[in-house]
C-alpha cells in the first residue's frame, strides 16, 4: 500500500503511536514549516502528546 501525505494538511491532525512509549500514544500535530522555515527544517513538524503535553520535533516522512 502506498499512502501520501501532504505536509500542508498535517497540522492539527491526530496520530496513534504504534509502539508507545513513556505512556505516550495519541499524539496532535502543533506545528508545521512554512515559507519562513529555513530550507533544512522544512521536513519537521512538532508533535505534542495529548496527556502529557510533551512536544517532539520529527520528520514528518516518519508518520507514514
Known amino acids: 500500500m ?10 492539527l491532525s491526530k496520530w496513534t503511536a504504534v509502539h508507545p512509549q513513556d505512556q505516550e500514544k495519541h499524539f496532535l500535530v ?13 521536513d519537521f513538524i512538532l508533535l505534542e502528546a495529548v496527556m502529557t503535553k510533551r512536544q517532539y520535533r520529527l520528520d514528518w516522512h516518519n508518520l507514514l
Do not use: E, Q, W
Open 30 to 42: 502543533v506545528k508545521i514549516a512554512d515559507s519562513s522555515t529555513p530550507l533544512a527544517d522544512r
Open 2 to 11: 502506498n499512502r501520501h501525505l501532504n505536509p500542508k494538511k498535517l497540522l
